[in-house]
């Protein structure tokens, strides 16, 4: 008995997206190298190739050495079909970036935008950014495939509902896709900020590492967690929030902004390092001004520096343990810190970690630094644009 074609696409066109998942790397073939690695027909194949080249996604890149006869064509991802919306906000800034199909920015714009101006105001000022990026790179807003945002609070990633954001005053079940919609057509994906981190710095450079755990150490302190390159966001979507773990000996006194006692944000992060400093008399404010301590090499910013990050191996211990991560990335603010703030973490991390954990884990700086945001929500547009389903249904209103 015939089978109908999911969504009412052309039998011709089932499985074009499956296909071209064989070329989403950029690697150019030619219709008999997707032959071998597909095992489909070399007419199935020349079908669904002619279709993505109709449709734009693919673009010919020259040939391959003759084996007899003519030489054969090869093929690869075109990626300037369309363009991503990237958006980066934090609670006094928002970044801005437009890229192509494989993530690469092609250009970008960082303003002052304080979170707490509510999301209409915040949202249509980075729609207009956006816009004015567009256009200087000649691009339109229909070229755009989707938008992905991350914002500093906890987000329903299912709905793109922030979920009672601490520093995000007017943002609680917001409709930022919907938003964000009336302006751009494809998907608006909205996400924890530390999760599209994470997801930034495993496509920058940690690919070949199937586990991740990224730490942000800024003003708060979250996780965000990579498995086999997807993001692990929980039930909820809340998952990586370890700011709130209580370390182990706190003082009793040391009260968090949560309401609970001794949490981790409370010990490490920037304005509890901050405090400190004041303490001992060190004209300290932000978390710049202590990473600016650090490399005038002021032993008491040092001593602070190292102290937090032995807090922060402490609760990174317990992770190492119930995740067995590849590698754990330190970024944030703080993470400007070097050395000196990896020291404390792996101290304490290779002392009370199981040997076996810790046996090839390695513990490094964020190497896509303040721009892992942005990637990890181009990243996050990609992976759903040009999903198998996302090609299919996208050739065939291109061929039609």
């Not at 734009?56 to 369309?82: H, I, M």
């Not at 751009?184 to 981190?197: E, H, I, K, Y």
């Not at 997801?199 to 690919?207: I, K």
Request: charged share 15%.
């Amino acid at each position: 008995m015939a089978m109908s074609s999911p969504a009412g696409l052309p039998p011709t066109l089932v499985g074009t997206g499956d296909l071209f998942q064989l070329l989403r790397d950029g690697t150019p073939r030619t219709r008999g190298e997707l032959a071998q690695l597909s095992s489909l027909a070399r007419s199935t194949i020349t079908a669904r190739v002619d279709a993505l080249l109709s449709s734009g996604l693919l673009q010919p890149v020259g040939e391959a050495a003759s084996t007899g006869g003519r030489p054969p064509t090869r093929f690869a991802l075109n990626r300037a079909d369309r363009v991503v919306l990237a958006i980066d906000l934090g609670a006094s800034h928002a970044s801005v970036a437009v890229s192509d199909l494989s993530g690469q920015v092609l250009d970008q714009r960082t303003v002052q935008s304080d979170i707490a101006d509510g999301p209409v105001v915040v949202l249509d000022r980075v729609a207009a950014i956006g816009v004015e990026l567009l256009g200087g790179i000649d691009r339109q807003v229909a070229d755009v495939a989707g938008v992905g945002i991350g914002v500093p609070g906890p987000v329903e990633h299912a709905t793109g509902r922030p979920a009672n954001p601490p520093i995000m005053p007017g943002w609680h079940d917001f409709d930022i896709p919907a938003h964000l919609g009336r302006q751009f057509a494809g998907p608006v994906l909205v996400d924890n900020d530390v999760n599209l981190m994470a997801l930034g710095e495993y496509v920058t450079s940690w690919q070949t590492a199937p586990h991740l755990l990224l730490v942000k150490v800024a003003t708060g302190i979250g996780a965000g967690i990579v498995t086999d390159g997807r993001l692990l966001r929980g039930a909820l979507g809340s998952a990586g929030d370890l700011g709130h773990v209580q370390v182990a000996g706190a003082p009793q006194d040391v009260v968090c902004r949560c309401g609970n006692i001794g949490c981790l944000e409370a010990m490490a992060a920037g304005p509890a390092i901050a405090a400190a400093l004041r303490g001992q008399g060190l004209d300290v404010e932000s978390s710049q001004d202590i990473v600016d301590a650090v490399s005038a090499g002021d032993i008491a910013a040092l001593q602070a520096v190292r102290a937090a990050g032995r807090d922060l191996g402490s609760v990174l211990a317990t992770c190492v343990n119930l995740l067995n991560p590849s590698v754990i990335v330190i970024g944030g603010k703080l993470s400007e810190a070097g050395e000196y703030l990896l020291a404390g973490v792996r101290e304490v991390v290779y002392q009370r970690s199981l040997p076996l954990a810790t046996h090839d884990l390695r513990i490094v700086s964020t190497s896509a630094g303040s721009q892992g945001g942005i990637l990890g929500a181009s990243a996050m547009v990609i992976d759903a644009v040009l999903a198998p389903r996302a090609v299919d249904e996208y050739v065939a209103r291109r061929i039609a």
